[in-house]
T-cell receptor, first 117, second 116 residues
Framework: ETGVTQSPTHLIKTRGQQVTLRCSSQSGHNTVSWYQQALGQGPQFIFQYYREEENGRGNFPPRFSGLQFPNYSSELNVNALELDDSALYLC????????????????FGPGTRLTVL | SQELEQSPQSLIVQEGKNLTINCTSSKTLYGLYWYKQKYGEGLIFLMMLQKGGEEKSHEKITAKLDEKKQQSSLHITASQPSHAGIYLCGADIPLNYGGSQGNLIFGKGTKLSVKP
């Protein structure tokens, strides 16, 4: 059984650029949640995807968007990067049930450290 | 809005000592999760508590959820350098019509250092 993986590990971008982060979910999981963790803070929920559909969103602007693929892997896209977007981006996978938000334990990947200059 | 308060913010203990970390919610929880994070890395799942009064243990770590499901504690017995890291509590918030939001709200974490 493989765990949650994320790529890349680190990324440096400049303001105004766009970035794509990738996540492969744990075997058997159909739900992926993305979180942003600023330095010294707890993770903040961005959005969740269940079977390729967005299934809940936190308080993040539309320039944060996502995708989930048939194999349940996922991408987080951020447009028009701002300095405050510098953070550790975490994805978590879990098992969801049709019609309900996933309440199963979420297992996290190692994260992608994004630095915006 | 729902918030989780963790205390203390940081803790330095001598190897072999016991310690307790607390997590308090302003609202009743659907579920409470404890994770450990090494600096700048992903979260490692420790335990999940869902029932009022529930207690779970794994190796030297014990977590409890109070009867009202608003407060949890994480207790480490005979701490070791391998216990060092940031401990995060995460809460699953109930919806009015049943079920939960499905996303976790986290505290700011407790940074634990263990001196050999």
């Amino acid at each position: 059984e493989t765990g949650v993986t994320q790529s890349p590990t680190h990324l440096i971008k400049t303001r105004g650029q766009q970035v794509t982060l990738r996540c492969s979910s744990q075997s058997g999981h159909n739900t992926v949640s993305w979180y942003q963790q600023a330095l010294g803070q707890g993770p903040q929920f961005i959005f969740q995807y269940y079977r390729e559909e967005e299934n809940g969103r936190g308080n993040f602007p539309p320039r944060f968007s996502g995708l989930q693929f048939p194999n349940y892997s996922s991408e987080l896209n951020v447009n028009a990067l701002e300095l405050d977007d510098s953070a550790l981006y975490l994805c978590a996978s879990s098992h969801g049930i049709l019609g309900m938000r996933s309440t199963d334990t979420q297992y996290f990947g190692p994260g992608t450290r994004l630095t915006v200059l | 809005s729902q918030e989780l308060e963790q205390s203390p913010q940081s803790l330095i203990v001598q190897e072999g000592k016991n310690l307790t970390i607390n997590c308090t919610s302003s609202k009743t929880l659907y579920g409470l999760y404890w994770y450990k994070q090494k600096y700048g890395e992903g979260l490692i799942f420790l335990m999940m508590l869902q029932k009022g009064g529930e207690e779970k243990s794994h190796e030297k770590i014990t977590a409890k959820l109070d009867e009202k499901k608003q407060q949890s504690s994480l207790h480490i017995t005979a701490s070791q350098p391998s216990h060092a890291g940031i401990y995060l509590c995460g809460a699953d918030i109930p919806l009015n019509y049943g079920g939960s939001q499905g996303n976790l709200i986290f505290g700011k974490g407790t940074k634990l250092s263990v001196k050999p």
